[in-house]
């Protein structure tokens, strides 16, 4: 989820068998509402003349997937937000010849490299088909290369390099650039753009993007990454801003809380954008080593960069070498699990956060199989209440974070939780849950209260919403009987 200081949150404010084992239908502690509870759902779509960009794979898509859903309610929920990022989000255009598209969050008029990829990732499956939103994607692969050259520790980018800088970054305390919207290194950002362009090369068979632009682009970002081990001292990124809340700036001096240079990289924050508390955050690790893994394949392949696919696969072996040594916690009952945070002084913060990447999202970010040992350890823990930010209400259960505060789940978790499990009632009790919490908008929102769906943040959060779209697509594929 993209940005927040204070006055944007006040903003906003207004083994397999270990896998299948915990789950069943009545196992959640709350009402079971079946589908067909008639809710009346209303179809929130952009009037066809005003939606951003029309694809007619899409319009297919939603379509043949409707007729596979039984309950009215889910399968407008669907058709409403499947697409939302097309209706509502994309820019598309053209940078010196090329395919160029700006893609915002939703409400706020930035583009984030983490929140532009997720969003129109569900749409790779359908580039085939259509033209059009192929080079629409192509678009989005070679802004965010720009985004990446420009400055590769900012997380938002603005539409012009002489637009107006975001409010809340205005006085940061760190190197702007003209065009950064906000500059908080989160590796993750560098993580997402990689997995988008993995995912185009394999789907469509083409190297369009992958240009000696994208080069450089690639370099830049295994270059960043090394800086971030922090071998050789900080490196040349720090970050402040004057803020009353602690998560939005970074201590010491601005290069954050002391860690030990044991092979993983640091990260100021995470994909919450609040700041973390040990510096190698353990998910976004995990992450970066499966993305090297991804840009070693682009380097063999479309870039035909011997070097950098060497440089790639000996910076992943490394990193998840230390991330195996470091990024471990010993818990009570389940054993070892995936930490958080870790220093690499031996200090752990155990926790999850709704924000991907996170612990719950390792399986659906390519990080590790869904039935490792290990994830399955570390994936009970996250839901239950040993993790403080686990929370469970009247309406609905699930992760939350210290972004919007206690109390608050997010969608998104509910939708990881179901990405990732193999068990039938669990992932039908999350598609209930999901129906059911939109405070009757008939869109995902950032985060709603856990005994109050009404009480809820951003009423135009994009990701959430095509998140939602790929959930339904991937349960009508593999479990098409959940939705019958």
Known sequence: MPIYD???????????????SAYSATSFGMPQAEYGAALQLPEARPKAAERKFVSPAVEETIAATQKKIADRD????????????????????????????????GDIDAMWLRDSSAQVWPYLPLLKRDAKLKELVEGVIRRQGRMIRLDPYANAFLREPGDKPLSWAVDDKTKHVPGVGERKWEIDSLCYPIRLAHGYWKETGTAE????????????????????????GPGPYSFQRSSPIPTDTVPLSGFGNPAKPVGMIYSMFRP???????????????????????????????LGDVKLAAECDALATEVARATAQHGLALHDTLGAIWAYEVDGYGNVLKMDDANAPGLLSLAYLGSCAPIDPLYL???????SGDNPYFFKGTAAEGVGGPHIGLGFVWP??????????????????????LRDTTAGT??????????????FTRAWFAWANTLFGELILKVAKERPGLLA
Not at 377 to 383: A, D, H, I, P, S
Request: glycine fraction near 4%; include cysteine.
């Open 377 to 383: 350890k570390t994936r009970k823990f996250v839901l």
């Open 272 to 302: 919450s954008d609040d700041a973390c508390i040990y510096p190698l955050f353990v998910p976004a690790n995990l992450f970066a080593v499966h993305s090297l893994r991804q840009l070693q394949e682009l380097a063999k392949g479309p």
């Open 412 to 433: 998104m978790s509910i939708m990881m939780r179901a990405l990732t499990s193999l068990d039938d009632a669990e992932i039908k009790q999350c598609l209930r849950w």
């Open 209 to 232: 993007p992958f240009d000696a632009a994208w080069k450089d682009t690639a370099w830049t970002i295994v270059r960043t990454f090394r800086e971030q081990q922090r071998k050789h």
């Open 74 to 105: 889910l399968a407008v929920l669907f058709a409403n937000c499947y697409p939302n990022t097309l209706d509502t989000t994309v820019s598309p255009g053209t940078f010196e010849g090329k395919p160029d598209t700006f893609v915002v969050t």
């Open 6 to 20: 204070v006055t944007r949150r006040e903003w906003m404010k207004g083994a397999a068998a270990l896998a299948v």
């Open 442 to 455: 008939g869109l995902m929102h950032e985060s709603f209260q856990c005994n109050d769906p009404k009480n």
